[in-house]
């Protein structure tokens, strides 16, 4: 597994443990396989030895019949059980309320973001949380990936792209998104929209993007880029159908066939297509809610060889019970490959829906040596 997640909310309750973990049988398949995504939701003890320890610890495995599952580590020291000295479960209980603490800081941000409402500072987060501000904002930047301040503007960011295609007018947008001025709207505008706003909102008015198709091992492959990067990586069988999305994702843009400097990019992509497990230094400008963008970011933190299940970049972004929502946003995904939404698959290892194909999901990884 890649990596761990964690959890928040108000303030805090223990938050609901996730149906992925619920049973008897999928807590037995997180020992088996060491899953380090089940730390903190419950931990397993050996009657045999007296100890409990959480999913993921390196000890040798004991017989199924010798264990039993325990919601917390409190549960199991009541019925008598140590803690293991070598994966310490108790510490991964204190970092899974940690996380509960960062969850509830980033839907009081949502929230006021939704309510067009001041958002909350670092000092107030910090002290709702019972933390320092340094060790929360650390606390926080850990678990997210960025700091309370760079989620609020992640998150205002998405609601005015619901504005722009909504309001009547680019102020009105801005003022409705929660945005104090216009003028401090502009300053990060460009980074979090990829256009000019009142283009994002007319389909890309006023912006050119040049477009190429190339055949490659995995069928017709469809490269499109603004002049910030590439907004589309494509797979598809009829070249017609793949331009008409194109255009059909950016009416109003001015689209037209990418000229021979533009060739070098199509190599890039398609060099990506044939060996996946590359590094690549492609120039994004792909658009999404704020939401979509933390799911992104969380496929990209994926390693090459590697696969994690839709729950696990729920957790990974601190929404574990958004688990749908990050199935959409990996079918919204505009850059196959660029942003590997084929390395997640099902809790049960199974490849589930690619938007471009199962086959081509399967040959990516394959490609990738994923195990």
Not at 146 to 152: N, R
Not at 234 to 259: E, T
Not at 341 to 354: E, F, I, Q, T, W
Request: hydrophobic fraction near 45%; proline fraction near 5%.
């Amino acid at each position: 597994m890649f990596m761990t997640a964690t959890k928040l909310s108000g303030m805090p309750a223990p938050a609901a443990r996730e149906d992925a973990f619920s049973s008897d049988g999928a807590r037995w398949r997180a020992v088996e396989n060491r899953d380090a995504a089940a730390d903190g939701r419950f931990v397993f003890a050996v009657r045999s030895t007296g100890i409990y320890c959480k999913p993921s610890c390196a000890s040798r495995r004991a017989k199924r019949e010798n264990i039993s599952f325990h919601d917390t580590p409190e549960a199991a020291r009541r019925l008598g059980f140590r803690a293991c000295k070598r994966c310490r479960p108790d510490e991964a209980a204190a970092d899974s309320l940690a996380a509960q603490a960062v969850t509830a800081a980033a839907r009081l941000i949502d929230e006021a973001v939704a309510a067009e409402a001041p958002v909350p500072g670092l000092e107030q987060l910090a002290a709702r949380a019972g933390f320092s501000m340094y060790h929360f904002h650390r606390l926080f930047r850990k678990t997210l990936g960025v700091t309370p301040k760079a989620y609020a503007s992640a998150a205002r960011a998405g609601r005015m792209r619901a504005e722009l295609a909504a309001s009547g007018s680019v102020t009105e947008a801005i003022y409705g998104a929660g945005y104090s001025s216009s003028s401090r709207f502009y300053e990060t505008a460009a980074g979090r929209l990829g256009m000019r706003p009142a283009a994002h909102r007319h389909g890309g008015k006023g912006e050119t993007i040049r477009y190429a198709l190339s055949p490659c091992s995995l069928g017709l492959l469809l490269v499109a880029a603004t002049q910030r990067g590439v907004c589309a990586i494509q797979f598809g069988d009829d070249g017609d159908s793949l331009v008409a999305g194109l255009k059909a994702r950016f009416p109003q843009a001015a689209i037209s066939d990418g000229d021979a400097g533009f060739a070098a990019t199509v190599a890039d992509v398609v060099a990506l297509v044939e060996h996946p497990g590359i590094e690549h230094a492609l120039p994004l400008d792909v658009r999404g809610t704020a939401f979509q963008e933390r799911v992104w970011q969380a496929l990209r933190a994926i390693p090459a060889g590697r696969t994690a299940s839709y729950a696990e970049i729920a957790q990974a972004i601190g929404q574990p019970r958004a688990v749908r929502g990050v199935a959409q946003a990996c079918a919204a995904n505009p850059t196959a490959v660029a942003i590997p939404c084929h390395r997640v698959v099902r809790s049960d290892g199974a490849l589930s829906g690619y938007r471009w194909g199962a086959k081509r999901k399967a040959e990516l990884l394959k490609r990738e040596g994923a195990r």
